[in-house]
């Protein structure tokens, strides 16, 4: 039986989430971030032994709980290999990493950050970090920066509409979504194209203003 529960992890309204095999006893503890005790508790609860931290990226805000649940669990790091170091596992795009009967594909999504990765949790459940919210996407910093994350969000795209959308905060209308509702309704995945992508995250303050968007 798959576990997969989305946990407010404090910060600025970030997630995290525990997935798990209950049937194995093995589980994945995405993102903890500032309560990584409550991941482990959680786990124990359940009947499960956390193996595996996947970060999403290494802002200090998602990773912050790495350490701690490391030492509570002896789980191994997932990171994308750009930032892996020590014991971490570097992953790439593509890769699909077994967990029990999870099977968790990695979709490599820089962008907002340049290690942002994206996991697929048994083709269904997207947790896609900072790189796509509930309406909105992951801020960057350079024109550059914006480009490669525009390319980013299409792959994303390329997934059947069922896919559900578990992002790393919840900055949008509600906590989760589907690719289908994204693509109907996030302005930033309606433009037309990346000028129009652009000419939006620089202008965003003012279209949510017109908008009544919070």
């Known amino acids: 039986m798959i576990y997969f529960e989305q946990i407010r992890v404090g910060g600025d309204r970030n ?4 997935v798990g095999d209950r049937e194995k006893g093995v589980a994945v ?7 990584p005790e409550r991941f482990h508790e959680k786990a124990e609860e359940l009947g499960m032994k956390i193996t595996v931290i996947a970060t999403t990226h290494g802002h200090d805000d998602h990773v912050d709980g790495n350490t701690a649940l490391r030492e509570r669990t002896g789980a191994r790091v997932w990171i994308h290999k750009s930032s892996a170091k020590g014991d971490d596992l570097g992953v790439g795009d593509g890769d699909m990493l077994t967990v029990g009967g999870l099977q968790i594909r990695v979709i490599y999504t820089p962008g907002h950050t340049l290690d942002s990765v994206c996991y697929l949790v048994n083709g269904k459940r997207l947790v896609t970090g900072d790189t796509l919210f ?20 299409k792959k994303l795209l390329e997934l059947p509409d069922d896919t559900t959308v578990w992002p790393g905060h919840d900055y ?16 930033f995945l309606l433009q037309e194209d990346f000028e129009a ?4 995250k620089n202008t965003w303050a003012e279209y949510k203003k017109k908008h009544g968007i919070a």
């Not at 997630?15 to 525990?18: D, S, V």
């Not at 996407?137 to 490669?148: F, I, K, Q, R």
């Open 134 to 153: 509930v309406g909105k996407v992951g801020g960057t910093y350079t024109d550059e920066a914006a480009h490669v994350e525009y390319d980013s969000l």
């Open 197 to 200: 992508f652009l000419h939006l």
């Open 15 to 18: 997630f995290g989430y525990l």
């Open 29 to 35: 503890a995405i993102d903890p971030s500032y309560t």
């Open 172 to 187: 949008g209308v509600r906590p989760s979504s589907t690719i289908g509702d994204e693509r109907r309704e996030n302005p």
